[in-house]
Every structure is written in structure tokens, then in C-alpha cells.
């Protein structure tokens, strides 16, 4: 009974722990439209403040991204939903959402 009650307790510590890992996991996929939609944002940014060689560098990493996909393989509503999640994020945390998350996409 004893070794029961000191099992139970590691049993359901380590199930906790293996579903929230779950559900932190991201697709690929879910990580590339993310960086492919904020390059998108970051590069119009960089062209309306006249930023050429910045925008051309952005503009650069966004087609390695689009490369691994065929031609629309995200759909309209894909990109949309991610565009405006980012845009609510920018409007919250500013230019420091854009450059933390313009590295994780692999911008140096």
C-alpha cells in the first residue's frame, strides 16, 4: 500500500508534465508561417522607412522560408490569422516583438 502512495504521485507529476510539453509543441509548419508572416511585416516596415538594404535582407530570408513550400500551400486564412496575431503583438510589445522574434526566424 505504501509503494502504491509513493508511485501515484510520480505517475501523475510526470503525466502533467508530458501534456504540457504537448501542448507547447509547434508543427514546423506553425513556426515558418510565423516567420514568413512577421518577415512579410518587418519588410514593409523596413521599405516605408526607407531602409533598402534591410528591407532586401528581410525580403531574402522570407523567400528561403517560402522555398521549402509549394506555390499557396498556406491558405489565405492561415496567413491572415498570423498577420494579425502578429499585428496585435507589435501594437502590445512594440519594435522589441519584431526584433526577439525576427532572430528566433534567423536574422542576424
Do not use: W
Not at 35 to 41: D, H, P, R, S, W
Not at 82 to 95: A, P, R, S, T
Amino acid at each position: 500500500m505504501k509503494q502504491i502512495l509513493l508511485i501515484l504521485p510520480v505517475l501523475l507529476v510526470s503525466y502533467i508534465l508530458k501534456a504540457e510539453i504537448t501542448l507547447k509543441a509547434k508543427s514546423q509548419e506553425e513556426k515558418d508561417l510565423g516567420c514568413i508572416t512577421l518577415l512579410k511585416l518587418a519588410s514593409e516596415k523596413s521599405k516605408t522607412a526607407g531602409e533598402m538594404i534591410k528591407y532586401e535582407k528581410l525580403k531574402k530570408l522570407q523567400k528561403s522560408f517560402l522555398g521549402k513550400y509549394k506555390v499557396d500551400y498556406f491558405s489565405e486564412n492561415e496567413t491572415q490569422s498570423k498577420l494579425d496575431e502578429h499585428n496585435f503583438k507589435i501594437k502590445e510589445q512594440g519594435q522589441r516583438y519584431i526584433n526577439k522574434n525576427l532572430q528566433k526566424c534567423g536574422l542576424k
